[in-house]
């Protein structure tokens, strides 16, 4: 009785083992973002990441492979290996760069020059024997979307300065010369050259004002006797009233 019991333990021993026994050795796990967006033109960062529990060694690989957004069937595009093993023709020739270090557990890769045709799904699949089992692809969604043009806040001060400033400059001057003329003109009426004449002054006559009444000849010669006592206190006034008197 004690045998079998010792037997019973021994095979559940064993069986326990067979079942832990992939689990040890298939550890390699692969991660990779679930989705990318990016813009056309832009240059799109592919990362992957691993962990393995036995040292990545010259057996390691990666590959990445595309499948396009229409469906289809993924195609394997980019191969590492030792070194790097970009694509040479094909939809992703030229715009391939290794970006991975195998010994810090990263194959990722950049995509240069992102298209419209891109858009679909990429995977990354790492091999690292003896751990060959477990998780070892990962997927990566990617949508590639038209680029928005926009416009910088510095963009647009240089605008405005280019187009405001030599337009208020404009203005200012318009304004200038529409007042400086008034103020010329005015002050031309208020000052006058010591030489400048008006017309009957180079005579040494003078202009009797607008207000002030002048007499005529007729008037003088009707004048009675005291108004002629008057006029001749007129006589004696200043040289500019004589000028009535030389219009007889």
């Known amino acids: 009785m004690r045998g079998l019991l010792e037997g019973d333990s021994a095979l559940r021993v064993v069986l326990l083992l067979c079942l832990l026994a992939p689990s040890l050795v298939s550890s390699i796990t692969v991660n990779t973002p679930a989705e990318l967006h990016a813009s056309r033109g832009d240059a799109v960062a592919l990362s ?3 962990i393995s529990t036995s040292r990545p060694t010259s057996k390691m690989t990666v590959d990445w492979s595309y499948r396009p957004q229409s469906g289809g069937s993924p195609q394997t595009f980019f191969h590492f ?29 950049s995509l240069i020059n992102a298209t419209l045709n891109d858009n679909g799904t990429y995977t990354c699949s790492v091999r690292n024997p003896p751990d060959v089992h477990g998780s070892p692809t990962s997927h990566t969604v990617l949508t590639v ?8 806040f510095s963009d647009v001060a240089v605008l405005l300065a280019f187009i405001l400033l030599p337009s208020g400059i404009i203005t200012l001057i318009l304004i200038g010369r529409m007042l400086c003329p008034k103020k010329q003109q005015n002050q031309s009426k208020a000052y ?57």
């Open 145 to 152: 979307t038209p680029k928005i043009s926009s416009i910088r």
């Open 192 to 248: 006058r050259s010591p030489i400048e004449v008006t017309e009957g002054e180079e005579y040494g006559v003078y202009q009797p004002a607008a207000e002030t009444k002048r007499s005529t000849c007729c008037q003088l010669y009707l004048m009675d006797s005291e108004d002629e006592a008057e006029y001749y206190n007129l006589k004696k006034r200043p040289v500019d009233e004589d000028y009535a008197e030389s219009q007889c």
């Open 48 to 50: 992957c990441t691993f």
């Open 81 to 109: 290996s030792s070194r790097a093993f970009p694509p040479l023709e094909g939809q992703f020739a030229g715009r391939i760069q290794w970006k991975g270090s195998p010994a810090r557990g990263d194959g990722s890769i």
